[in-house]
C-alpha cells in the first residue's frame, strides 16, 4: 500500500491545533470527490455518513467503525460548513473541529488529484498527535479503498496508528 507523502504537519496556537496534509493521490477528481464527500464513499475509508445533507448547512455525523484501544467508536454530530462540488468539502463536527477536503487535478501530463486536507481542532497536546496519526492512517486507507480495496473494520487493529503515533511523537509532524 502507497503511504501517503509527505506527513502530516501541524502547528498550535493556544489550545487549537492546525492538521495539514498534502496528497498527491493518483486517482481523478472525480473518484477522490466520491470518496471524501459522498455517503457511499465515506465508509470505505474513514467513517460512515448519516444523515449526510450534502450542501452548506446541512446536517451530517460521522461513525467512525474503528474503535480506540478501550473499543469506544467515535460518533461526531457537525454540520457541512462549506460545499463547492466537487472542489471543496468541508465538515464541523463535534470531537473532531473543521475537517476541510480541497481538491484540484494534479499537474498537467502527470494527471491525478492533488489534495490539500485541514483539521482545526481544539484540545491537549495528545490530541494533535492522536488525530495526526488518525489522518495519516485514514489516508491509507483512503488510497487503499480508491485502488479497488475498502477497509475491512471488522479487521482493523491499532497497531499501525500506534506505530504512526510513536513518528508524530518524535518530531516528524
Known amino acids: 500500500m502507497e503511504i501517503p507523502s509527505p506527513y502530516g504537519a501541524s502547528e498550535t496556537k493556544g489550545d487549537v491545533h492546525t492538521l495539514r496534509y498534502e496528497l498527491s493521490i493518483p486517482y481523478p477528481v472525480d473518484e477522490v470527490w466520491a470518496a471524501v464527500a459522498t455517503p457511499e464513499g465515506l465508509p470505505t475509508w474513514l467513517a460512515a455518513a448519516e444523515p449526510f445533507e450534502q450542501r452548506e448547512g446541512g446536517a451530517i455525523t460521522l461513525r467512525w467503525q474503528n474503535t480506540d484501544p478501550r473499543g469506544n467508536a467515535t ?85 499501525r496508528w500506534r506505530e504512526l503515533r510513536e513518528h508524530y511523537e518524535r518530531g516528524k509532524g
Open 75 to 159: 460518533v461526531a454530530p457537525g454540520r457541512v460548513t462549506a460545499w463547492d462540488p466537487p472542489r471543496l468539502a468541508e465538515y464541523t463536527v463535534d470531537i473532531h473541529g473543521r475537517v476541510r477536503f480541497e481538491l484540484e487535478p494534479g499537474p498537467l501530463g502527470v494527471g491525478g488529484t492533488l489534495l490539500h486536507f485541514t483539521n482545526e481542532l481544539a484540545g491537549p497536546e495528545d490530541e494533535r498527535l492522536d488525530c495526526l496519526a488518525g489522518w495519516h492512517h485514514h489516508f491509507e486507507y483512503l488510497l487503499s479503498a480508491l485502488a479497488g480495496h475498502p477497509a475491512d473494520w471488522s479487521a482493523w487493529t491499532p497497531e
